[in-house]
Nanobody, 121 residues
Framework: QVQLLESGGGLVQPGGSLRLSCVAS????????VDWYRQAPGKQRELVTT???????NYADSVKGRFTISGDNAKNTVYLQMNSLKPEDTAVYYC???????????????WGQGTQVTVSS
């Protein structure tokens, strides 16, 4: 069974940076797509950025120019680099990955457990 493990959240001052990681466990897998979502208390869940195999990326207007998604295929890891953080970026961040288990010829979506990002002075 594929599992996603997120890390990198924490407390940072406005203008600071954090790098979130989403690691997919399992052998002989292929990551087809990764979405990063965030949800602040009392607010609707928001799609932050999307990566699709082949290099296509999309960013929400609120984070363009500040956030960057990237990956390391050898480590089955996707990163979200967050720069120039603002208080309104405070939320729980979740990754969702569409993963193919090659031996089983099975493709499914998986959620990470979420990691808290707090931007405050």
């Amino acid at each position: 069974q594929v599992q996603l493990l997120e890390s990198g959240g924490g407390l940072v001052q406005p203008g600071g940076s954090l790098r979130l990681s989403c690691v997919a466990s399992g052998s002989n897998i292929r990551i087809n797509r990764v979405d990063w979502y965030r949800q602040a208390p009392g607010k609707q869940r928001e799609l932050v950025t999307t990566f699709i195999s082949g290099g296509s990326t999309n960013y929400a207007d609120s984070v363009k120019g500040r956030f960057t998604i990237s990956g390391d295929n050898a480590k089955n890891t996707v990163y979200l680099q967050m720069n120039s953080l603002k208080p309104e970026d405070t939320a729980v961040y979740y990754c969702n990955a569409v993963v193919t288990m090659i031996d089983r010829r099975q493709t499914r979506g998986y959620w990470g457990q979420g990691t808290q990002v707090t931007v405050s002075s």
